[in-house]
């Protein structure tokens, strides 16, 4: 069964632009987590979805921000880029809105900012 | 609010060896836990995981972990390594009580195994 798929994989945008990343969970899987890696800070955690609501969100600034759609699919967008929102931005889908449940990852967006 | 500790930034063993990565968390609650790798230039991979129960868990790769409660640790093993291991490893935490399904992660340990 198909992964958990992000797209683009690789992306390069100027200051002042605005990105759109998208990420299509696992068949059956309704709950998508997006998490934003660097060297600096590691993984850390951007907002979770489960049927086109948000459900948790980190603490981001209000220029990153996503939604889900009816297919569970998901999109992230970020305005105003920054030179520091250069990253690998990944997505991780969940079978089901409840603890205990595993969540598996894409291979990511790496977003470069120039 | 809730942190989780990785004591070892960077592991070099040899082959062979035995490893321990360390990973203790900072909430007192019931929590789930996990340990991912990153094999270089792939994507997570869950390598085993902590809901409840026996707190002796294995994962693939013959690597195991251990939930000591009373230490909120949850360290990462494993009898002898293999070159192949090289890879960066995270300890993650689930919050069961309010955190939602948010996975806060450690900061990582590189592992590099030498022949």
């Known amino acids: 069964k198909a992964g958990v798929t992000q797209t683009p994989r690789y992306l390069i945008k100027t200051r002042g632009q605005q990105v759109t990343l998208s990420c299509s969970p696992i068949?059956?899987?309704?709950?998508v987590s997006w998490y934003q890696q660097t060297p600096g800070q590691g993984l850390q955690f951007l907002f979770e979805?489960?049927?086109?609501?948000?459900?948790n969100k980190g603490n981001f600034p209000g220029r990153f921000s996503g939604r889900q759609f009816s297919n569970s699919r998901s999109e992230m967008n970020v305005s105003t880029l920054e030179l520091g929102d250069s990253a690998l931005y990944l997505c991780?889908?969940?079978?089901?809105?409840?603890?205990?449940?595993?969540?598996?990852f894409g291979q990511g967006t790496r977003l470069t900012v120039v | 609010a809730q942190s989780v500790s990785q004591h070892n930034h960077h592991v070099i063993l040899s082959e062979a060896a035995s490893l321990e990565l360390g990973c203790n968390y900072s909430?007192?609650?019931?929590?789930?836990l996990f340990w991912y790798v990153q094999y270089p230039g792939q994507h997570l991979q869950l390598l085993l995981k902590?809901?409840?129960?026996?707190?002796l868990v294995k994962g693939i790769k013959g690597f195991e972990a251990e939930f000591i409660k009373s230490k909120f640790s949850f360290n990462l093993r494993k009898p002898s390594v293999q070159w192949s291991d090289t890879a960066e490893y995270f300890c993650?935490?689930?919050?069961?009580?309010?955190?939602?399904?948010?996975?806060?992660f450690g900061t990582g340990t590189q592992l590099k195994v030498e022949l």
């Open positions: 979805y489960f049927s086109e609501t948000q459900r």
């Open positions: 902590y809901f409840s129960g026996d707190p």
């Open positions: 993650a935490v689930i919050r069961i009580t309010g955190g939602g399904n948010k996975l806060t």
């Open positions: 991780a889908s969940r079978k089901r809105d409840r603890r205990g449940t595993e969540a598996f």
């Open positions: 068949s059956g899987h309704r709950s």
């Open positions: 909430y007192g609650g019931t929590v789930n």
